[in-house]
T-cell receptor
Framework: QKEVEQNSGPLSVPEGAIASLNCTYS??????FFWYRQYSGKSPELIMS????GDKEDGRFTAQLNKASQYVSLLIRDSQPSDSATYLC????????????FGGGTRVLVKP | GAVVSQHPSWVICKSGTSVKIECRSL??????MFWYRQFPKQSLMLMAT?????????EQGVEKDKFLINHASLTLSTLTVTSAHPEDSSFYIC??????????????FGPGTRLTVL
């Protein structure tokens, strides 16, 4: 069983709509959660970090964390074609030091 | 802030040669840097954790004698792929943990180095 799981997609979203991405993790000791965006051929770029249950909003992005259910999600409002990328969920566990465990990523396609 | 650079951005080499990749934190000190490898259409796989002034910690299955890591200063870590072979062709990405920037110390990634071994 993978430690961090994401639907690989592609998730096709009309321009202006909301893209909803989900990520589940297996280790209950996980403490820190991150969403990265990766364009093709480029390195990941940090979008959001979330550490406590609930919602965290930053511009058009909202991260949601539910530790009891072991999932973290990312909402992208008013999706733009420039949001087309692969979104990586990453989890950090206290016992693992500073190492991040990445999910396989969800590819998002925003169609004009 | 929190800018990480890598050099070179791409490299093509012959089989059997060694390649050195540099990772620098430009505007912050990084006591810990990480080296990842990413094959096409796959996610990032952590290769090793590089700690300033000490030996790197390698993930299971990563040959430490093949992938030499040196973290000589708080702003520079290097990865040397020794005796590279075509199967080492990949996208190598470093990240740096920003020590002192909040209690959770997020990781920031360099732009990556694309290695092609002929």
């Amino acid at each position: 069983q993978k430690e961090v799981e994401q639907n690989s997609g592609p998730l096709s979203v009309p321009e202006g709509a909301i893209a909803s991405l989900n990520c589940t993790y297996s280790d209950r000791g996980s403490q820190s959660f991150f969403w990265y965006r990766q364009y093709s051929g480029k390195s990941p770029e940090l979008i959001m970090s979330i550490y406590s249950n609930g919602d965290k909003e930053d511009g058009r992005f909202t991260a949601q964390l539910n530790k009891a259910s072991q999932y973290v999600s990312l909402l992208i409002r008013d999706s733009q074609p420039s949001d087309s990328a692969t979104y990586l969920c990453a989890v950090k566990h206290k016992a693992a030091g500073n190492k991040l465990t990445f999910g396989g990523g969800t590819r998002v396609l925003v169609k004009p | 802030g929190a800018v990480v650079s890598q050099h070179p951005s791409w490299v093509i080499c012959k089989s059997g040669t060694s390649v050195k990749i540099e990772c620098r934190s430009l505007d912050f000190q990084a006591t810990t840097m990480f080296w990842y490898r990413q094959f096409p259409k796959q996610s990032l796989m952590l290769m090793a954790t590089s700690n300033e002034g000490s030996k790197a910690t390698y993930e299971q299955g990563v040959e430490k004698d093949k992938f030499l890591i040196n973290h000589a200063s708080l702003t520079l870590s290097t990865l040397t792929v020794t005796s590279a072979h075509p199967e080492d062709s990949s996208f190598y990405i470093c990240s740096a943990k920003s020590s002192g920037r909040g209690s959770y110390n997020e990781q920031f990634f360099g732009p990556g180095t694309r290695l092609t071994v002929l």
